[in-house]
T-cell receptor
Framework: EAQVTQNPRYLITVTGKKLTVTCSQN?????MSWYRQDPGLGLRQIYY???????DKGDVPEGYKVSRKEKRNFPLILESPSPNQTSLYFC?????????????FGSGTRLTVV | GESVGLHLPTLSVQEGDNSIINCAYS??????FIWYKQESGKGPQFIID?????DKRQGQRVTVLLNKTVKHLSLQIAATQPGDSAVYFC?????????FGQGTELSVKP
């Protein structure tokens, strides 16, 4: 089944403790992206990657890092999480072809930083 | 499940009725628009898209209308079913990026 898989689904952590949220897609998509979703603010892009070893900042990159060493994986790293990073996170991917813009989203990771 | 839209506009319809969900977009230069459906505890799911050179596109039970004059997008769902209950987002492509609206929560009463 074609899908984007995120882990973990739920995570509670303490301020300052480094964490990584994994994202993997099995569709051979070039483009991958991370979003956070907050009440009243909708989906906001954190980072995106056009292909392996190519990453760029989205609208809210502060406090986050990403890497794209392989085509299928795009982990989101919080080096020193803070409570304002408590949110619902989504990874998404799509083909990098002209005319293809629809994303496939993962099921989400609910992060709570205390 | 989780609620991702604590302060969203809501639309409540009776099962079998038609639903119309509206969206105002921000950039008159946006050239592509998508509607997504997000059920509780799940990621957004693609429903239908439309390019800016069109004003109407139909899918299975869904129709998207685009009015560029007033920068307005609507999603019509025919014969709404309980399984249509979800949060619906519009998204516009602007400057190579997708910008998402905040969403509307659709509740279908049996």
């Amino acid at each position: 089944e074609a899908q984007v898989t995120q882990n973990p689904r739920y995570l509670i952590t303490v301020t300052g403790k480094k964490l990584t949220v994994t994202c993997s897609q099995n569709m051979n998509h070039e483009y991958m992206s991370w979003y956070r979703q907050d009440p009243g603010l909708g989906l906001r892009q954190i980072y995106y990657s056009m292909n392996v070893e190519v990453t760029d900042k989205g609208d809210v990159p502060e406090g986050y890092k990403v890497s794209r060493k392989e085509k299928r994986n795009f982990p989101l790293i919080l080096e020193s999480p803070s409570p304002n990073q408590t949110s619902l996170y989504f990874c998404a991917s799509r083909e990098d072809r002209v005319g293809i813009y629809g994303y496939t989203f993962g099921s989400g990771t609910r992060l709570t930083v205390v | 499940g989780e609620s991702v839209g604590l302060h969203l506009p809501t639309l409540s319809v009776q099962e079998g009725d038609n639903s119309i969900i509206n969206c105002a977009y921000s950039n008159s230069a946006s050239d592509y628009f998508i509607w997504y459906k997000q059920e509780s505890g799940k990621g957004p799911q693609f429903i239908i898209d439309i390019r800016s050179n069109m004003d109407k596109r139909q899918g299975q039970r869904v129709t998207v209308l685009l009015n560029k004059t007033v920068k307005h997008l609507s999603l019509q769902i025919a014969a709404t079913q309980p399984g249509d209950s979800a949060v619906y987002f519009c998204a516009e492509r602007s400057g190579g990026k997708l910008i998402f609206g905040q969403g509307t929560e659709l509740s279908v009463k049996p």
